[in-house]
């Protein structure tokens, strides 16, 4: 559980932390305000009056609608709080004013839960200067008939606000999830206001686990616009953030890389977790037993988690969250009308209006007379990016048989290739199709020097015979792992997809095992050889037993018999060619003129490249540069 966060809680009138620790104390009832620096103050409001947020979502721990105020020279109020609210909000606000008045009114979101009390506001604090884009002011006058003529500080992207000691910047963050969105940055506390990022469903009263309704939240707001929020992570990535006031949820102050962490997760639709999400609808309960016999085989063939939804009964705005977190979906419905059943094509339509991309999916149907959801069901997802369809399709008409429970074993299979493969009492070690996955590509060979594990990054292995299974691993000499493998004789070459991002090229092939764990605080599988295999961006690995040495001058062939073989999945072997057309970054090189690395794109900048360098990023030689082309 990841509560990480301070939390108010009304009940006991403490401010916890993610010990349970006291920091100090806070009574709403008797108008002492939440101290989040000595100068900055939260002023927001619980509802428990909601059942459903904006109409759809439900809430039953309610929502915080937050609201914040900066005591400097200046005062400036951050954002008002929904309607209902009002006078609570009010009397708050004056609390904490302590007598003062407010010279800024700052406004980065028009939604009505944040800015529904914006004329309000005015009317009690009538000289208030406010402060917000030009797509806000619009937005001001269309909901209050308000010019603010006069009244008004009009802000470009990047521009900034002095109160006193406290420096503002306002960073525009356009659909996310409204386009006059914008954040605000205090470099004195070193603040971030993230307006709707980084919020939850959820009141502060009411004390549970941030991840999952910060990840409901997300993906029913905000996810539709990933895009977008990947832009203003860049530029989160640029300031010194030590606290996140958020419009809704705890404010963050402890563990902040989770969280930003997740929002990048997130937003790119990566998956978050292994696991297998079974959606389904069932009228007269025999796709429901279709779907219990099904999830009672992914689960004997080693499927790490599995999350069933029955999308008439369950919540639908959890079960989209649960979607987008694991890696795998299986949907399963009747043909009804000639399309498929309500549930059904609301939830597709969501995931579709939500951006789902980048998972393996499957489909289970059925149909008495005339089946048609397996075909409705792709062509609703086929607006859906990086799809991977599974080969089988189950066909039920009307009730489960034998050829189904086959279907259903091979559509299984195909899921749960990779978890059998991850385990010692499932998986073939036999399969020497693994060697198949050999080219001219890219591999991490790991090893252990008796205190930790290690990987690097190699191009040169290559299947010498077939009786016995011989492979042949160069690796070059200045490479810590070459002195282990030749102290220990074993290694495991581990094949890399396509998948396999270029963090996994820095991660092994940019620093040296000797003085870095490259595995640290990272999940781990190990062979029978005792040798670590990567727990994903692979698709087989071989453990190897060295039987010759073969001695190259800069580089050692390690000529080896394969004691073990596992295939991981179907994807197609990451090639040296592949890596450098669509993984490793371009280097910028306009305007430059000197030499590229062509491993990692270190760019050295002269006329002449010096005989004996070495890339201090990859620590490839000489050989490995090429000339930056005019």
Not at 31 to 39: A, L, V
Request: charged share 20%; glycine share 6%.
């Amino acid at each position: 559980m990841h509560s990480n966060y301070n939390l108010l809680t009304l009940s006991d009138s403490r401010l916890l932390n993610s010990n349970g620790q006291t920091i100090y104390y806070k009574e709403r009832i008797e108008g002492r305000n939440m101290k989040i620096t000595d100068t900055i103050k939260y002023v927001g409001v619980n509802d428990h009056q909601v059942d459903l947020f904006e109409g759809q979502y439900a809430v039953p721990n309610g929502m915080a609608y937050n609201s914040y105020v900066i005591l400097d020279d200046k005062v400036a109020v951050m954002d008002t709080v929904d309607a209902n609210f009002k006078h609570e909000w009010l009397d708050n606000l004056e609390q904490a004013l302590g007598g003062r008045k407010p010279d800024y009114l700052i406004v980065q979101h028009m939604e009505p839960d944040h800015a529904a009390n914006v004329a309000n506001f005015l009317e009690v604090y009538p000289g208030t200067t406010v402060v917000a884009n030009a797509k806000t002011f619009v937005m001001i006058k269309n909901f209050f008939g308000l010019d603010l003529e006069g009244q008004k500080l009009e802000v470009e992207n990047g521009s900034t606000l002095s109160l006193g000691n406290h420096n503002l910047t306002f960073v525009f963050a356009p659909m996310v999830h409204w386009p006059e969105v914008m954040v605000t940055y205090d470099s004195t506390d070193k603040v971030l206001f993230s307006a709707d990022g980084f919020g939850k469903f959820g009141a502060l009263d009411v004390e549970e686990d941030w991840d999952d309704e910060a990840r409901r939240y997300f993906i029913g707001i905000v996810g539709k616009y990933g895009a977008q929020v990947q832009r203003l992570l860049k530029v989160a990535a640029t300031l010194d953030i030590q606290i996140i006031c958020p419009l809704h949820g705890p404010v963050l102050t402890e563990n902040l890389g989770h969280y930003i962490s997740l929002y990048d997760t997130w937003s790119s639709y990566t998956p978050e977790e292994e696991g297998i999400v079974v959606a389904y609808t069932s009228v007269y309960g025999h796709t429901k037993e279709a779907v219990n016999q099904f999830v009672e085989k992914l689960k004997s063939k080693g499927c790490p988690k599995v999350v069933v939804y029955d999308l008439a009964r369950d919540d639908m705005s959890q079960a989209l969250s649960d979607a987008f977190r694991y890696s795998k979906l299986v949907l399963a419905t009747t043909t009804y009308n000639a399309g498929i059943y309500p549930f059904m094509n609301d939830f597709i339509t969501r995931l579709v209006e939500h951006n789902f991309q980048n998972r393996t999916v499957g489909l289970i149907e059925n149909g008495t007379w005339a089946p048609l959801a397996a075909k409705v069901m792709k062509e609703m997802l086929s607006k859906c990016k990086k799809i991977n369809w599974l080969n089988t399709t189950v066909k039920i008409m009307s009730a489960v048989n034998e050829e189904n429970r086959k279907q259903m074993e091979s559509m299984a299979d195909e899921l749960c290739q990779e978890y059998i493969a991850k385990s010692d009492d499932l998986a073939n070690k036999s399969d020497m199709t693994a060697l198949f996955r050999i080219g001219y590509g890219l591999y991490v060979v790991t090893s252990n020097d008796g205190k930790k594990d290690n990987g690097l990054i190699v191009n040169t292995v290559t299947q010498l015979t077939d009786n016995p299974y011989r492979v042949a691993v160069n690796i070059n000499k200045a490479n810590y792992s070459h002195h282990v493998i030749q102290q220990t004789g074993i290694m495991n070459v581990n094949c890399l997809s396509i998948e396999a991002p270029f963090s996994v090229f820095e991660q092994f092939g940019f620093q040296s095992g000797r003085s870095t764990d490259k595995f640290a605080g990272q999940k781990v599988n190990h062979s029978d050889n005792g040798l670590v295999f990567l727990d994903k961006y692979i698709n087989a690995f071989m453990s190897l037993k060295v039987e010759n040495y073969v001695d190259l001058g800069t580089h050692g062939m390690f000529i080896c018999s394969v004691t073990e073989a596992r295939v991981m999945n179907d994807q197609e072997t990451m090639t040296y060619t592949y890596y450098q057309k669509h993984v490793k970054p371009q280097p910028q090189t306009e305007g430059k003129k000197g030499w590229v690395c062509k491993v990692c794109g270190y760019i050295y900048e002269g006329d002449e490249l010096p005989e004996d360098i070495i890339c201090p990023l990859c620590k490839h030689g000489a050989v490995d540069f090429e000339p930056i082309e005019g």
